[in-house]
């Protein structure tokens, strides 16, 4: 088998499989949302889709998301 990325969500008390990282970017107040990190970043979250799709910006910042293309 080759190497797994598989990691679980970040949220509290959720044990779905991570499949989005969501990114909060201060410098721009941004929140960036898209395909699952290979790295672990700062200021980083894997999150799986229920909770990628929840994710709200705080207020003044924009969301950017990176939607996962099928083939
Ligand atoms: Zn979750």
Do not use: F, K
């Amino acid at each position: 088998m080759g190497e797994t990325t598989t990691r679980p969500c970040d949220r509290v008390a959720c044990t779905a499989e991570a499949v989005m990282t969501l990114t909060y970017v201060y410098a721009d107040s941004m929140v960036v949302i898209g395909p699952l990190s290979t790295t672990a970043e700062p200021h980083s979250y894997d999150l799986c889709a229920r909770h990628a799709e929840r994710s709200t910006a705080p207020q003044g910042w924009q969301v950017i998301r990176h939607s996962v293309l099928g083939a």
